[in-house]
């Protein structure tokens, strides 16, 4: 099994770029949840997703969009970068909504915005 | 709506020694309430978790926490630290229903080192 997996594992964008980046769940898990982590801090909560659906989301401004496919796989978006955005960003999968089953998160994807 | 505090940003510890390290959260809704660890350049692992029931849970490496509710804390200790145990830790809260199902939402972290 191989956990959770994220690409690419680094990237650097220029401000006012778009990004996308992708995440594939661990094994047999339906419910994907994307984290950015700020340099010192602990992980942010951005959105959701369940059955292609956005079910929750945190304080982050719509240009930071999702998507997520009928193999449960997912897709970060975020548009008009700016050097704030900068950070890790994780991907965690479950294998429910209800916070019962353990998140797996993957290495995350390191976005630098200069 | 949920928020953690990790009481210290970093604990220095010598090899063997005895550890805490201090989570406080608050809420509104009953919690689940986690422990993650956190090598560099790693992902988050999961370390151990209250849901419902006992409320000291135990690891498999040694760690332990226990859920105090008239508190709102859940310190995470263990008797023997080793080096290996160097790493950054966050305590994390999600609600056991309404809007913040399923959702983390983590302290700012604890970084251990271990020294030898």
């Known amino acids: 099994d191989a956990g959770v997996t994220q690409s690419p594992t680094h990237l650097i964008k220029t401000r006012g770029q778009q990004v996308t980046l992708r995440c594939s769940p661990k094994?047999?898990?339906?419910?994907v949840s994307w984290y950015q982590q700020a340099l010192g801090q602990g992980p942010q909560f951005i959105f959701q997703?369940?059955?292609?659906?956005?079910?929750q989301r945190g304080n982050f401004p719509d240009r930071f969009s999702g998507h997520q496919f009928p193999n449960y796989s997912s897709e970060l978006n975020v548009n008009a970068l700016l050097l704030g955005d900068s950070a890790l960003y994780l991907c965690?999968?479950?294998?429910?909504?209800?916070?019962?089953?353990?998140?797996?998160f993957g290495q995350g994807t390191r976005l630098t915005v200069v | 709506a949920q928020s953690v505090t990790q009481l210290d940003s970093q604990v220095p510890v010598f090899e063997e020694a005895p550890v805490e390290l201090r989570c406080n959260y608050s809420?509104?809704?009953?919690?689940?309430l986690f422990w993650y660890v956190q090598y560099p350049n790693q992902g988050l692992q999961l370390l151990l978790k209250?849901?419902?029931?006992?409320?000291l849970v135990e690891s498999i490496n040694g760690f332990e926490a226990e859920f105090n509710k008239s508190q709102t804390s859940f310190h995470l200790r263990k008797p023997s630290v080793h080096i290996s145990d160097t790493a950054e830790y966050f305590c994390?809260?999600?609600?056991?229903?309404?809007?913040?199902?399923?959702?983390?939402?983590f302290g700012q972290g604890t970084i251990l080192t271990v020294h030898p």
């Open positions: 965690a999968s479950s294998r429910d909504l209800t916070g019962h089953t353990e998140a797996f």
């Open positions: 209250y849901l419902s029931g006992s409320t």
């Open positions: 997703y369940y059955e292609e659906e956005e079910r």
């Open positions: 809420s509104s809704v009953s919690v689940y």
């Open positions: 094994s047999g898990h339906d419910t």
């Open positions: 994390a809260v999600s609600g056991a229903g309404g809007t913040s199902y399923g959702k983390l939402t």
